[in-house]
């Protein structure tokens, strides 16, 4: 069946780093553009990063430029975001979308918190 796995969030400090991944699976990865969001307590789910199907092309909201990268590697059906200089401000829960013309697939998330 159709899954997409989000991992790699947890607690980190102020100004640390993590990588986050979606393990993609029943379905052909390389037809999808991804994208990364997140929602925070309270708040809507907002965009982080979309990447096309190829991986040519990446685009960010203002707010998200210079500290996050998205970044793909189709042969391993998986995407990937690294999130630098991370703010408390940056904690919430993190999806992974998979999305073309005819589907749209979704994560379960996972949580990242930024606290000292």
């Known amino acids: 069946q159709v899954q997409l796995v989000e991992s790699g969030g947890g607690l980190v400090q102020p100004g640390g780093s993590l990588r986050l991944s979606c393990a993609a699976s029943?379905?052909?990865?390389?037809?999808?553009?991804v994208s990364w969001y997140r929602q925070a307590p309270g708040k809507e789910r907002e965009l982080v990063a979309h990447?096309?199907?190829?991986?040519?092309?990446?685009n960010y909201p203002d707010s998200m430029k210079g500290r996050f990268t998205i970044s793909r590697d189709n042969a391993k059906n998986t995407a990937y975001l690294q999130m630098n200089s991370l703010k408390p401000e940056d904690t919430a829960v993190y999806y992974c979308?998979?999305?073309?013309?005819?589907?749209?697939?979704w994560g379960r998330g996972t949580q990242v918190t930024v606290s000292s």
């Open positions: 979308n998979a999305r073309n013309t005819f589907n749209d697939y």
């Open positions: 990447i096309t199907k190829t991986g040519g092309t990446t």
């Open positions: 029943g379905f052909i990865f390389s037809n999808y553009a």
